[in-house]
């Protein structure tokens, strides 16, 4: 049984990492301090074969008992309310954690796994974006923190590989909803579901043109296990190509969850992206991967999921 150690498995995507990975026959060892992460999401594979948690600071020194094969890098704040919160510790995730789980992979012989983002991108200039594209970001803007810091875990991923041989991937991720997105994280799609069920107006930043894909997390994970097990070394986007404008993504809500509540125009944040859309062809042509569930399906699964914790 081969070992994969996934830190940031007690969030949102970690926690349905750690699922799959069990399911596929993995042993894994689940690492996160609870900063953004929830004991609520992984409470249901305690005593369950194979799993094991550890309660830990990624940036503080890591040690594990044993053989690894895999160690999957997903331990970072990652919504702009988070980050905004906590800029140092984001900062310290993406460098120190992303320098001390390299290092666990070099000592272990294990392949790494880093959660990258389309953040990378910044405020692209060019759309779709592909992963030749070095991206549009203010380094000293209030969401550089995050997006500096995920630039810079690519770098020393890629440093740990030429110079020490590492067997690394990067996933670049993409807007990915589903069930155990926090309730009050601040992004588009558990802010407009916990409006919209509280009959409240929701939220649109600007005119509502800006635009976004959405992904659901079963499809997020399914490529992400794909390009862990594939030989592909360079950035890989993970994500939905299916754009919309915010405005249209806040009428369905409005339309799923059947509100009668009206959208309400907020003045834009500074830096926020203008359009969001990835290229998948590396995806498709490399992984054999592209998006499964279509938008109505995954937003039913994601609001019946809310209306069990929106309050």
């Given at each position: 049984?081969?070992?994969?150690?996934?830190?940031?498995?007690a969030g949102?995507?970690?926690?349905h990492?750690?699922?799959?990975?069990?399911?596929?026959?993995h042993?894994?060892?689940?690492m996160?301090?609870?900063?953004?992460?929830?004991?609520d999401?992984?409470?249901?594979?305690?005593?369950?074969?194979?799993?094991?948690?550890?309660?830990?600071?990624?940036t503080?020194?890591?040690?594990?008992?044993?053989?690894?094969?895999?160690?999957?890098?997903?331990?970072?704040?990652?919504?702009?309310?988070?980050y905004?919160?906590?800029?140092?510790q984001?900062?310290?995730?993406?460098?120190?954690g992303?320098?001390?789980?390299?290092?666990?992979a070099?000592?272990?012989?294990?392949?790494?796994?880093?959660?990258?983002?389309?953040?990378?991108?910044?405020d692209?200039?060019?759309?779709p974006?592909?992963?030749?594209?070095?991206?549009?970001?203010?380094?000293?803007?209030?969401?550089?923190?995050y997006?500096?810091?995920?630039r810079?875990a690519?770098?020393?991923t890629?440093a740990?590989?030429?110079?020490?041989?590492?067997?690394?991937?990067?996933?670049?991720?993409?807007?990915?909803?589903?069930?155990?997105?926090r309730?009050?994280?601040?992004?588009?799609v558990?802010?407009?579901?916990?409006?919209?069920?509280?009959?409240e107006?929701?939220?649109?930043?600007?005119?509502?043109?800006q635009?976004?894909?959405?992904?659901y997390?079963?499809?997020?994970?399914?490529?992400?296990?794909r390009l862990?097990?594939?030989?592909?070394?360079q950035p890989t986007?993970i994500?939905?190509?299916?754009?919309?404008?915010?405005?249209?993504?806040?009428?369905?809500?409005?339309?799923?969850?059947g509100?009668?509540a009206?959208?309400?125009?907020?003045?834009?944040?500074?830096?926020?992206?203008?359009?969001?859309r990835?290229?998948?062809?590396?995806?498709?042509?490399?992984?054999?991967?592209?998006?499964?569930?279509p938008?109505?399906?995954?937003l039913?699964?994601?609001?019946?999921?809310?209306r069990?914790?929106?309050?």
């Amino acid at each position: 049984m081969t070992r994969a150690l996934i830190t940031g498995g007690a969030g949102f995507l970690g926690s349905h990492l750690c699922e799959l990975f069990l399911e596929r026959g993995h042993e894994v060892i689940c690492m996160d301090n609870f900063i953004t992460g929830s004991p609520d999401n992984i409470k249901h594979l305690f005593g369950r074969d194979g799993f094991s948690f550890i309660k830990q600071d990624v940036t503080q020194y890591i040690h594990i008992d044993g053989p690894l094969d895999y160690v999957l890098h997903f331990a970072s704040p990652a919504s702009p309310i988070d980050y905004l919160e906590k800029p140092i510790q984001t900062l310290k995730v993406g460098s120190l954690g992303t320098h001390k789980t390299l290092g666990v992979a070099k000592d272990k012989g294990a392949r790494y796994l880093l959660a990258s983002t389309s953040e990378t991108y910044g405020d692209p200039l060019v759309h779709p974006q592909r992963e030749d594209y070095w991206g549009n970001v203010n380094c000293v803007g209030p969401r550089g923190v995050y997006d500096e810091a995920k630039r810079f875990a690519e770098a020393m991923t890629m440093a740990y590989h030429r110079f020490h041989g590492i067997e690394t991937r990067i996933v670049r991720i993409f807007n990915t909803y589903g069930e155990r997105m926090r309730v009050n994280d601040g992004r588009v799609v558990p802010a407009f579901i916990s409006q919209a069920l509280r009959n409240e107006p929701l939220s649109v930043f600007g005119d509502g043109s800006q635009t976004r894909s959405f992904c659901y997390v079963s499809d997020l994970i399914e490529g992400i296990y794909r390009l862990l097990m594939s030989a592909e070394r360079q950035p890989t986007n993970i994500g939905n190509p299916a754009e919309m404008t915010v405005l249209q993504f806040a009428e369905e809500i409005q339309r799923l969850v059947g509100t009668t509540a009206p959208i309400q125009f907020l003045p834009l944040p500074e830096d926020d992206p203008k359009v969001r859309r990835p290229d998948i062809t590396k995806a498709r042509t490399i992984l054999g991967w592209e998006p499964q569930v279509p938008l109505a399906l995954g937003l039913e699964r994601t609001i019946a999921y809310f209306r069990g914790v929106v309050t």
